[in-house]
């Protein structure tokens, strides 16, 4: 199995809303990572965990809150957001951080009205 | 810092061959890949390299020099399916967990 799966594919939410966005793989993959990106520009690297604890945050304003329960999941918490948060948002998985291939989800794209 | 220059367009013809140059300014080099990406698809992996020279994997083959910040990814036998963007990445020398990619190369496969 080399898939990472994201839901949901399609999200739509309000600037006061809370949702959560999904990521799994079950290849055993110890890094996850969370990338944005817009339309006609390249993934931007947001946070990356490495067994399970957050190793890089690029950044990133808090209203985005990353999580990792397990070694298999990982979530992406959002509230508050703003309409320029509106991005499809990747998620991707390497055995670990210096792996030469990641593995990317399928993305969630995210609309903020 | 990095910078990563790739051209914005690029258009070729089913079955000739196509080259997407791609120049990189690093502050030292840990890596350089280069990934398909379909319109409103996941990036995909397609190669990786570390050393100098030409890395050959079925129809695409990427090469590396190294002393003049330099790769070229190169496609044969061009299928209507190869269109695509085509994103040149390095690996951040100071940390190797993180990967910056370069702004794609939108190529269009004409009949």
């Known amino acids: 199995d080399t898939e990472v799966t994201q839901t949901p594919k399609h999200l739509v939410m309000g600037m006061t809303n809370k949702k959560s966005l999904k990521c799994e793989q079950h290849?055993?993959?110890?890094?996850m990572y969370w990338y944005k990106q817009k339309a006609k520009k390249p993934p931007e690297l947001m946070f990356v965990?490495?067994?399970?604890?957050?190793?890089i945050n690029e950044s990133v304003p808090s209203r985005f809150s990353p999580e990792c329960p397990n070694s298999s999941l990982l979530n992406l918490h959002l509230h508050a957001l703003q309409p320029e948060d509106s991005a499809l948002y990747l998620c991707?998985?390497?055995?670990?951080?210096?792996?030469?291939?990641?593995?990317f989800g399928p993305g969630t794209r995210l609309t903020v009205t | 810092g990095q910078n990563i220059d790739q051209p914005t367009e690029m258009t070729a013809t089913e079955g000739a061959i196509v080259q997407i140059n791609c120049t990189y300014q690093t502050s030292g080099f840990n890596g350089l890949f280069w990934y398909q990406q379909h319109a409103g698809e996941a990036p995909t992996f397609l190669s990786y390299?570390?050393?100098?020279g030409l890395e050959e994997k079925g129809r695409f083959s990427s090469f590396l020099s190294r002393s003049k910040g330099y790769s070229y990814l190169l496609l044969k036998e061009l299928q209507m399916k190869d269109s695509a963007s085509y994103l040149c990445?390095?690996?951040?020398?100071?940390?190797?967990?993180?990967?910056?990619f370069g702004s794609g190369t939108r190529l269009s496969i004409q009949p």
């Open positions: 991707a998985s390497s055995q670990a951080t210096t792996s030469y291939e990641q593995y």
């Open positions: 965990y490495s067994y399970e604890k957050l190793s």
């Open positions: 290849m055993g993959h110890r890094a």
């Open positions: 390299n570390v050393l100098d």
């Open positions: 990445a390095v690996r951040d020398y100071s940390n190797a967990s993180k990967i910056i």
